[in-house]
């Protein structure tokens, strides 16, 4: 299975942005899914994540409340809805996949996901 992530651009702090994580291959159902971002000089970070049917969310602490990961549980596509961005989300974005045994610990950590996205650059400019 081939990721791409998409959806990303130049943007205004305050605007928003939708990514989108598309699958080569419907098997991507069966993967949870996430989304990790890595900045200039910074080392990769967790963002969001989501259960492979789904339901459970995850998302890091800087993000919640603006940001909202969502799947299409039929065809395994993934999405990032980004809202009220801001200048430190400034970064390349990756969706990836981690296997559906994948316990609540791994889900926000980057050594559970085993299928990884060629990342789509975010800019806000301030």
């Known amino acids: 299975v081939q990721l791409q992530a998409s959806g990303g651009g130049l943007v205004r702090a305050g605007d928003s942005l939708r990514l989108t994580c598309t699958a080569s291959e419907r098997s991507f159902t069966a993967y949870n899914l996430g989304w990790f971002r890595q900045a200039p000089g910074k080392d990769r970070e967790f963002v969001a994540a989501?259960?492979?049917?789904?339901?459970?969310?995850y998302y890091t602490d800087s993000v919640k409340g603006r940001f909202t990961i969502s799947r299409d549980t039929t065809k395994g596509t993934g999405y990032l809805q980004m809202n009220n961005l801001k200048a430190e989300d400034t970064a390349v974005y990756y969706c990836?996949?981690?296997?559906?045994?994948?316990?609540?610990?791994?889900?926000?950590?980057?050594?559970?996901?085993?299928?990884w996205g060629q990342g789509t650059l975010v800019t806000v400019s301030s």
């Open positions: 989501i259960r492979r049917r789904g339901g459970t969310t």
């Open positions: 990836a996949g981690s296997p559906q045994s994948t316990i609540t610990s791994g889900m926000t950590s980057a050594r559970a996901y085993r299928i």
